[in-house]
Every structure is written in structure tokens, then in C-alpha cells.
């Protein structure tokens, strides 16, 4: 048999839609691909990502082409900044006749950490996620992190005769900004307003710091994201946030929340 053109193939996703119900979103999710980030202390670092790419499709169109989308993304390289993102969606736009294009990229990004009294090194790594949307008109650009901290009851320690229930809890920072700001720079004004940051390595003198370091800093998950969004609101760089704090409680069977959102 011989193999048909490209002419003579039927492409279907073109074909009309009787049903004239547009779309929001419509792509490809899923995608592992591997990107270098800017890293602060290091200029970048390689890591993978989770990757998302969708577009609106009109209601007239049947379906859109996801090859293309896998196409536009091998075609930006590896290197993925807030510049580099804006070009991608574009491309989507172009190539795919949208109005609005949107990606989404969530990846490991690694921080090297020295414990705080015998300075053993290690790497903690953090959930990050860039997620942008372009339309015809306009663009949005937000950068979240999730970073582990840990959190000492204050009623606990004020009831108890000695000691007070500690726990992880997880804060989940999502900005929007007018100039750089470096993903270290969000995950350690997360970590300077808990009872305490977490570490991959500790020895018993750094545990002993640290466990100290947190009874001497109580927080209840309000306080958390109350500490954080003072420290965001004089960076002027951050014109948006959303704060979000899960505590997993070690002496509840249930979770405490708390979440503050500025505009």
C-alpha cells in the first residue's frame, strides 16, 4: 500500500460542530518535560516539570490539534522564564487560531540548606509552579510556591505544663509581581514566619536548635499567614498574593486552614 499524502488525509478537528458550544480549555496535560530554571544561587538549575498546555477553541470547530501543542513547546528549548513563557503562548495563539492560550508548568526546584549549628548540608526541595495566561489584549503571569514549615501551638503551650504539640504544616504562597523576584526569596519569607523551617539533614545538635527555635515561636495557622502577608505587603515587587496555610495536626483528626488574598 502505498502511504496517503498529507493533501489527501481528512483532518477532522477542522470539520464543523453542530452543537456551536465553545470551549474554555482544551489542550494537552500530563506532559513531563525537562526545563532549567533561574536559580538565585546558582543562575539556574535542570529539573522536570509537569506541563499543561490548553487553548480556547471557537464553537464552530469540532476539535483542536494537539500535536501542535507538544510542536510549540519542543520548539522554546529547555530554558523556561517569565519572557520565555509569554513567547510560548503566543505561538499557541498563532498556531492554534486561539483567543486566549494558557500553560501551566509545576517542577521540584532544590534549595541547598546548611543545618543551623553544624552546618551539614543537604537539599530540600520544593513544589513550583508558573502558570500564565494569555489573550488578545492582555497577559498574566503568577508564581506559586508550596514550602513544608513547622508550626508549635501557642494555646498548647500556654495550657501545658511542659512541652507543647507540634506539627508540618504546608504554605502555598501564589504571587504576582512588577519586577524579579526569585523563587528562594518566597520560600524563605514562607520559612522566616513559622515556628520553624525544615531541613533534609540534622544532627542532635541541630535538632536541638531547632525544636528550641520553634517553642520559642509559636504560631497558630492564623498568625502563619498573617506573618507572611505583612512581609509580602512591604515588597513592592508583589503586587498580588494568595496566602494559603494547612496545618496537619498531630493531636487532631482534622486539619486547620487559614487563607488571606490581597485585590
Not at 492564623?222 to 512591604?234: G, Y
Request: with cysteine; hydrophobic share 40%.
Amino acid at each position: 500500500m502505498q502511504p496517503q499524502t498529507t493533501a489527501a488525509l481528512v483532518d477532522t478537528q477542522n470539520l464543523p460542530d453542530h452543537r456551536e458550544v465553545r470551549i474554555d480549555r482544551v489542550g494537552v496535560t500530563g506532559v513531563r518535560f525537562p526545563i532549567v530554571v533561574r536559580d538565585k544561587a546558582h543562575s539556574s538549575q535542570h529539573t522536570i516539570a509537569r506541563v499543561a498546555l490548553t487553548v480556547d477553541l471557537p464553537h464552530h470547530f469540532k476539535g483542536t490539534h494537539m500535536s501542535r501543542f507538544i510542536e510549540v513547546l519542543n520548539e522554546h528549548g529547555s530554558v523556561v522564564h517569565v519572557d520565555n513563557i509569554k513567547e510560548i503562548l503566543r505561538h499557541l495563539q498563532q498556531r492554534l487560531d486561539a483567543q486566549q492560550a494558557h500553560v501551566d508548568f509545576e517542577f521540584p526546584f532544590f534549595v541547598e540548606k546548611q543545618a543551623p549549628v553544624t552546618g551539614a548540608v543537604g537539599l530540600m526541595d520544593y513544589n513550583v509552579r508558573f502558570t500564565a495566561t494569555a489573550s488578545r489584549k492582555e497577559s498574566d503571569f503568577v508564581l506559586t510556591v508550596k514550602v513544608p514549615v513547622t508550626t508549635l501551638c501557642p494555646c498548647s503551650k500556654a495550657i501545658s505544663k511542659y512541652g507543647a504539640h507540634n506539627q508540618r504544616g504546608q504554605v502555598t504562597l501564589s504571587v504576582r509581581f512588577n519586577s524579579l523576584v526569585w523563587i528562594e526569596e518566597l520560600i524563605q519569607l514562607v520559612e522566616s514566619s513559622a515556628s520553624a523551617e525544615l531541613y533534609s539533614l540534622l544532627k542532635r545538635p541541630d535538632e536541638k536548635a531547632v525544636t528550641e527555635h520553634a517553642y520559642e515561636h509559636p504560631v497558630f495557622v492564623e498568625d502563619l499567614v498573617r506573618n507572611i502577608a505583612i512581609k509580602a505587603n512591604a515588597d513592592s515587587r508583589i503586587t498580588w498574593y494568595r496566602i494559603e496555610a494547612e496545618n496537619y495536626e498531630s493531636i487532631h483528626n482534622h486539619n486547620a486552614y487559614a487563607m488571606i488574598e490581597k485585590g
